[in-house]
Each structure stands twice: as C-alpha cells, then as structure tokens.
C-alpha cells in the first residue's frame, strides 16, 4: 500500500515536470521572435536613408560670334543676381510648346548658343537671335544634352539682348528694355549696391530746381499783370 502510493507521488512529480519543460520551450521561439529590431530575432531594422536633393543648375556658358573660343561663363556662386537674368531668359525653353517659325536666315542676327550646366556637364543648350527682324527668338535644338526633344523656335523676351551684353557679349545697350526702366542698372555690376541718400539727394535737387522754376515763371506773369493793371488805371 505505501510502496504504491509512492509510485503514484513519483509518477505525478513526473508529469509535473514534463508539462513545466513543455510549456517553457512553447514559449521561448515567441520570445525570440519578438526580440526589438537590431537584436537577436528575426524582425529587420527599417531603412532610415533620406532621398538626395535633385542638384541644380550652377553654370551657363555662352559662345558665338566674336567671343572667345573658350566662351563666356556666368557662375552661380560668384554672380547670383546675372545668373538669374540669364537663367529667367532660357530657362523656360526647357518645357515650353514651340511659338513661332524659323525667321528668314537674312534677318536672323547674330546667333549665340548658351548651355545651362549643373557641376560643368551640359543639361539644356539653346541659340539666341537677340537682334532677329521683328524681334528677339530663340531655337531649341531637338538634340538636347539631357536627351531629345522636340525641335522649336520661340519669341524671346525684349530684355535678351541687354541680359547678354551685361554678361559680355558684345552688343549695344539697350536701356528701355531692361526691367526697372532706363536707369535700372544698365552698364553697371549687377551685384553693386546703390547709395539711398545719394539717390533722395538727387530727388530733392531736381525738385528745388522745378519750385525754382516754377517760381520765376509765376513772378514775370504776375509782374506782367500788375503792369496792365496799372497802365489801364492810367487812362481811366
């Protein structure tokens, strides 16, 4: 009776331990396969790698007729406020939809070719007719250093050739056409900074001198009146 008894004690120790064993190895892959990612487990660490910024246009290069074989470069870097006059005549051309025919070679001009390049490798290239009968035009080869497109000629904007000849190309000034009007910075670095109270000096000079002017004018005619006025006093 006792000797069966401790069998049973025995036999339910046993079990005991064989559920224990089962239910911790049950549970430790869970364990494993919850693990954070970067530790032991099988969960990967996410791609924190951010996309690179598109790099942008930092060089135009112009050449044609009587420039130097090397060409003109205007930088970014070294003349942001040129850059971007040359770039805002251009760089629309890129996607815009063809405007004009070719003009008649005989009144085409004098052609320059500019070429916007970003880290000294050609993007867009385009010729310039700045002194085209009927107005400025510009050419978008079909073959672009990017890749083809379609072949179109465009009206180009009134200030173009002023925008060349501020980056060297020999041309005459064009004041009228430059944005701001006569005065706006023709024939001066475009970086340069002009005086404000030089500038209110001036205004106020030119209106002294119109005051003055107009105060004389009014002294004879008042001067002529009181003449009239007392030679008709003398014959009443």
Known sequence: ???????????????????????????????????????TGSVKAESTTKPTAK????????????????????????DPKLFRMLFD??????????????PQKGKMGPK?????????????????????TGGPRAHRPAAQPSGKKSDGWFYGRLSLSESLRLSGVPLKSKPDVVNGGIGGGV???LAAD????????????????????????????????AGMAFLIRRRV
């Open 55 to 78: 790099p942008q246009p930092d060089t135009i290069l112009i050449t044609g007729e009587q420039i130097p074989e090397s060409g003109i470069k205007v930088l970014q870097a070294e």
């Open 187 to 189: 024939g001066k670095k």
């Open 194 to 225: 002009t005086d404000p109270m030089e500038d209110a000096n001036q205004m106020f000079g030119e209106f002294r001198r119109l005051f003055l002017l107009n105060g004389a004018v009014l002294l004879i005619i008042l001067t002529g009146l």
């Open 112 to 132: 320059y070719t500019v070429q916007i390049l970003i880290k000294e490798k050609a993007t867009q290239l385009y010729d310039l007719y700045p002194l085209a």
């Open 1 to 39: 009776m006792v000797v069966r008894r401790a069998r049973k004690r025995f036999a339910a120790g046993i079990g005991a331990l064989a559920i224990a064993a089962a239910v911790t190895l049950g549970t430790t892959p869970a364990v494993a396969h919850a693990a954070p990612a970067g530790q």
């Open 89 to 102: 005549e251009v760089g629309w051309l890129a996607s815009a939809t063809p405007q004009t025919a070719a």
